[in-house]
């Protein structure tokens, strides 16, 4: 059998488990560093019954869990909790509650990012996006801003009331991004670095974690099993889209996974249109497929004059699009009972069309 410790488990409390584990004639093994697992070996016959061993160890601090098996059931699965609910700042994601991210691909310029902020916040986003290092294809492309990218990003923070979810890239960046960040991104091409995953793993601020573009839902999941096992509970997934052999749209929105996501795991799951529309003609119905399908929420780029921006512009929407997203989202999320929520108050939305008398049940 295995204990999962909980990461911030102390000395003294390690010390009872310790003391517990000896009087049950048990030894415990060395802990995992990531996964924070510490096998329970017997020392003599017989060994001590398994209730009487859950039993004792899961009175104690500092313990999470007994398993049978590393991993098993994995701990995104549905099978363990109720459904997690992930807050940030004025956002809540999960449990019911839906919430909008917004803002441009890249941090371009200061005043640029408020005008943006100011603009999504007073349509519906709880949550301004923006990076700061950016992952891109070419290395003669725009790579961010950096360092002077999460200040800006604090800069609005202080200005409005938006929270910040910005991408890290590296590892070595992460206590410069956590300065900035209420929620730090993976992104698609960083889903499996197990690195930075690691690392991500041990600090106490929600990740939004995106999946690659070419990765299976199970990869995807793994990547999350990464975080969580190594004590960050706060997880939202972000499906963006996979490659397809089409070229008519960037990546192809995997509803599919959505849904399959929302009833396997425990963790949020959101959609992010954008990048799977890669055209912002499209991002308003994608982004209505996304909550459809599920989604507790939607991440979506808006800049102020797409065809101007340093990067993904050809995917921005306007703030008018963005409006009209946000008002589907809300209608969308009541259709199931979810509420989306915008700021201090949920959404005001258009009421629902009436069914017409001959699609109504006759009961
Ligand atoms: C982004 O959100 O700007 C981004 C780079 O997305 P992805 O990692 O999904 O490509
Ligand atoms: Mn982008």
């Known amino acids: 059998m295995f204990l999962h410790l909980q990461s911030t488990i102390d000395d003294a409390q390690r010390a009872a488990v310790e003391a517990a584990a000896r009087a049950l004639g048990l030894r415990l093994v060395e802990p995992d560093p990531v996964t924070h697992l510490v096998e329970l070996r017997p020392e003599g016959v017989p060994a001590p019954e398994r209730g009487r061993v859950v039993a004792v160890f899961t009175a104690?601090?500092?313990v999470v869990e007994v398993l049978d098996r590393p991993g098993d059931p994995p701990m995104w699965s549905a099978a363990r909790r109720v459904p997690t609910t992930v807050a940030v700042g004025r956002a809540i994601f999960g449990g019911g509650h839906a919430?909008?991210?917004?803002?441009p691909c890249a941090v371009e310029d200061g005043a640029e990012l408020l005008e943006i902020a100011r603009a999504v916040e007073a349509r519906g986003a709880t949550l301004l996006r923006g990076g700061a290092f950016k992952p891109r294809s070419s290395p003669y492309s725009f790579q961010g801003l950096g360092a002077r990218g999460l200040e800006h990003l604090k800069d609005v923070r202080a200005a409005t009331g938006l929270g910040i979810v910005t991408e890290v890239l590296d590892p070595r960046d992460i206590e410069a991004v956590l300065d900035a960040a209420d929620m730090v991104q993976v992104?698609?091409?960083?889903?499996?670095?197990?690195?930075?995953?690691?690392?991500?793993?041990?600090?106490?601020?929600?990740?939004?974690?995106k999946r690659g573009f070419g990765a299976t839902v199970e990869e995807f999941l793994g990547a999350a099993e990464y975080l969580l096992c190594g004590g960050n509970t706060q997880v939202v997934l972000c499906e963006r889209g996979i490659r397809s052999f089409d070229q008519v749209t960037r990546n192809l929105l995997d509803v599919g996974a959505i849904a399959?996501?929302?009833?396997?795991t425990h963790l949020p799951v959101i959609a992010d249109p954008s990048?799977?529309?890669g055209r912002s003609d499209l991002v308003r119905a994608i982004g209505?497929?996304?909550?459809?399908?599920?989604?507790?929420?939607?991440?979506?780029?808006?800049?102020?004059?797409?065809?101007?921006?340093?990067?993904?512009?050809?995917?921005?929407?306007?703030?008018?699009?963005?409006e009209a997203l946000v008002q589907d989202a809300g209608v969308l999320c009541e259709l199931d009972g979810r509420t989306l929520r915008?700021?201090?108050q949920t959404i005001p939305h258009p009421p629902l069309p009436k069914i017409p008398t001959h699609l109504r049940g006759t009961a």
Do not use: C, W, Y
């Open 60 to 62: 104690l601090a500092g």
């Open 99 to 103: 919430s909008v991210i917004a803002g």
């Open 187 to 209: 992104g698609a091409r960083n889903m499996a670095n197990s690195s930075l995953l690691k690392e991500l793993g041990t600090v106490d601020r929600p990740v939004l974690l």
């Open 260 to 264: 399959h996501l929302r009833a396997a």
């Open 275 to 277: 990048h799977a529309a």
């Open 288 to 322: 209505r497929a996304g909550v459809a399908a599920g989604a507790d929420g939607l991440m979506v780029e808006v800049h102020l004059d797409p065809s101007a921006a340093l990067s993904d512009g050809q995917q921005a929407i306007g703030p008018d699009e963005f």
């Open 342 to 344: 915008t700021g201090d």
